[in-house]
């Protein structure tokens, strides 16, 4: 049995379809979503990332705009920057490319993003709010993955998901998600012992890394559902996942490629939570 691949790209499609009608509403509204990105420094993949996010922006009509500031800005003229779009009402998602250079604080540029404008979904209160399965804007590449499994028709009850990464953007939210869904969640990371015995037992393996093809056909159940959320460059230079997909393409049941697979889909969402942060400042200004 070969893995059906689940197509990034094809449900990015889908959902961005659906976004487009919602933006054309909005704007006749008054209300077109506006999307400020910051990009600090110029690390090629972040350019690459942050263009693809405005070229996909601007395809459904959303507004979008860059601001870049060389790499040894000041961390205050960045977090005044922010504040500033966060009082403009023309914007209503606002980011920061990560990764930021060293001399500059993640969480006090995260923390100053307002929550209402957070449309990473990073910020403390919504992550606190997805922790007790409140209404919010969710991590965009978690967020991703969970529409995959919609997609396909994978339910995450009473399944083992064993999650292979602990950040703060990618691994610890993708476990809490998957937990909300009544899955039963197991965090790997690079100090566990006998990670084999672990991911061997996965109904849902997210690996997420970063270390190129280091998940085998060994390391899998057969039948298992593999997401992979690597982004890395194989010996020849070429992009490739966490997940090694010619040596497990024949165990599991189905396989994110990439490129291709879950990176599209955190564009998507990225967008979805911009167009919500729009349509929740409309319900604001009609008193709902
Ligand atoms: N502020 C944020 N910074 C970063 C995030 C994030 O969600 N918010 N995530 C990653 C980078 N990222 C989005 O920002 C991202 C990575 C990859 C892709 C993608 O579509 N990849 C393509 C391949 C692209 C290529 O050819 O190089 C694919 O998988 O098909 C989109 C977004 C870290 N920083």
């Known amino acids: 049995m070969t893995a059906e691949l689940i197509d990034g790209k094809k449900i990015s499609q889908e959902i961005r379809k659906g976004l487009e009608k919602e933006v054309a509403e909005l704007t ?59 009082a403009d009402d023309s914007i209503h998602g606002i980011l920061v490319q990560l990764p930021i250079p060293p001399h500059i604080s993640e969480t006090k540029v995260i923390e100053t993003i307002s929550p209402e404008k957070d449309v990473d979904g990073f910020h403390p209160i919504n992550i606190g709010k997805m922790m007790t399965g409140q209404d919010t804007f969710l991590p965009c590449t978690p967020f991703g993955v969970m529409e995959m499994l919609k997609y396909i028709g994978i339910n995450p009850e009473g399944k083992h998901a064993v999650i292979i990464g602990r950040s703060n953007i990618v691994g610890k939210p993708m476990g809490q998600l998957l937990l909300n869904e009544n899955a039963t969640v197991t965090y790997c990371h690079s100090r566990t012992s006998d990670l084999q015995s672990f991911t061997k037992q996965a109904d849902i393996l997210v690996a997420a890394v970063g270390r190129a093809k280091m998940v085998k ?37 189905y396989l994110t490629p990439v490129p291709g697979g879950v990176g599209p889909m955190t564009i998507t969402m990225l967008l979805y939570n911009t167009v919500k942060s729009a349509q929740n400042r409309l319900n604001d200004r009609n008193g709902n």
């Open 28 to 86: 006749a509204k008054g209300m077109k979503p506006g999307l400020a990105v910051i990009l600090v420094g110029d690390n090629p993949a972040s350019r690459t990332y942050v263009t693809s996010k405005q070229k996909s922006c601007r395809a459904i009509g959303m507004e979008s705009v860059l601001i870049e500031y060389p790499a040894d800005v000041s961390e205050k003229e960045l977090l005044d920057k922010i504040t500033e779009l966060n």
């Open 217 to 253: 056909a060994e390391h899998i159940k057969q039948g298992a559902v593999i997401i992979d959320v690597g982004m890395n460059k194989d010996e020849h230079g070429k992009l490739c996942g966490d997940v090694d997909f010619e040596d497990v393409k024949d165990k599991a049941a």
